[in-house]
């Protein structure tokens, strides 16, 4: 599986940003997808999560904040961020089973 993020960019505290993962395959609907990030120095963490049948979950410190989504027609997983803080910084990844992208920036910075 090739997945390929995009949407991340520079924004103010309290801002919001939609990425989204674009992957290919044929049985996408199926995949439980994965958003992760690693900050500068820190391990890459979890981040949310959503399965095949739209049951979703999320890292405590974004719950409220961050809402993952996806369009089985158009093979692709977002992840809305609102209400972002500078402690968000980061290259956020998706990824499925073994296969991950490229990352994408998000940096929140007045």
């Known amino acids: 599986v090739q997945l390929v993020e995009s949407g991340g960019g520079l924004v103010r505290p309290g801002g919001s940003l939609r990425l989204s993962c674009v992957a290919s395959?044929?049985?996408?609907?199926?995949?439980t997808m994965w958003w992760h990030r690693q900050a500068p120095g820190k391990e890459r963490e979890w981040v949310a999560?959503?399965?095949?049948?739209?049951?979703?979950n999320y890292r405590s410190t974004v719950k409220g904040r961050f809402t993952i989504s996806r369009d089985n027609a158009k093979n692709t997983v977002y992840l809305q961020m609102d209400s972002l803080r500078p402690e968000d910084t980061a290259v956020y990844y998706c990824?499925?089973?073994?296969?991950w992208g490229q990352g994408t920036q998000v940096t929140v910075s007045s």
């Open positions: 990824s499925v089973y073994t296969s």
């Open positions: 999560l959503i399965t095949g049948t739209g049951d979703t």
């Open positions: 395959g044929n049985t996408f609907s199926t995949y």
